[in-house]
């Protein structure tokens, strides 16, 4: 049986916590990777900051929607949609939404390999237009995909998986993939790298 490479966030239950909701969408149990990588949406629904959470792996985050302030350590920052943070190792922080809408983000783990100064992840946005799938890429290093909008197929190896907002796409290293929109604008996808 083939593995899973594709996932819903309608499909992954909800995480509940006092300040937000989370959802392991790559990396969870519905699409297993390796090496600790993985991503996931969350929303941060209280404008009090709820309890500081630290990691022992990096871990990007993006704003899809929402206003409101991430305190990291002992800062304070204000964030918005395209707001991009890495968050090394051990690093405390914590969500709030200043507005009247919860702050909606992506975010991805990567290991950490101590001793070595590798903390090899990284997270960018990408827009494909309408038309026929580009030349496909491969990489040595896990690769996730977040549809943010519109609507297209993403081609994984063989398999070609129809993508709209919310689905989350997982490709293996060394696996060709390519994206191309299926409406008349483009479809913007997050996409995020992870050390083997």
């Known amino acids: 049986m ?8 309608s499909e992954v239950a909800r995480e509940e916590y006092s300040d937000r909701w989370s959802k392991d969408l790559i990396g969870g149990r519905e ?21 500081l959470q630290v990691h022992n792996d990096q871990e990007e985050v993006y704003v899809v929607s929402g206003v409101g302030q991430m305190r990291i350590g002992d800062r304070m ?7 991009t943070f890495c968050l090394p190792p ?6 709030r939404r200043t507005g009247p809408e919860p702050v909606f983000v992506v975010y991805a783990h990567a290991k950490h390999e101590p001793g ?3 903390h090899n992840s990284a997270m ?4 494909h237009w309408p038309g026929g799938f580009g030349a496909a890429k491969a990489h040595d290093d896990h690769e996730a995909l977040y549809v943010i909008a519109g609507e297209g197929q993403i081609r994984v190896g063989d398999e070609v998986l129809d ?15 390519a994206t191309r929109s299926t409406t008349n604008g483009a479809i913007v996808t997050l996409f995020a790298h992870g050390a083997v």
């Open 163 to 177: 993508v709209r907002p919310g689905h989350a796409v997982y490709v293996a290293p060394g696996v060709p993939h």
């Open 77 to 83: 920052f204000d964030v918005g949609p395209g707001t």
């Open 31 to 51: 699409v297993p990777t390796t090496s600790g990588f993985s991503l996931g949406v969350a929303e941060y629904f209280a404008a009090e900051f709820g309890k």
């Open 116 to 118: 070595k100064g590798i």
């Open 90 to 95: 051990g690093t405390p922080h914590a969500t």
């Open 124 to 127: 960018a946005t990408g827009r």
């Open 2 to 9: 083939r593995q899973r490479v594709s996932v819903h966030e």
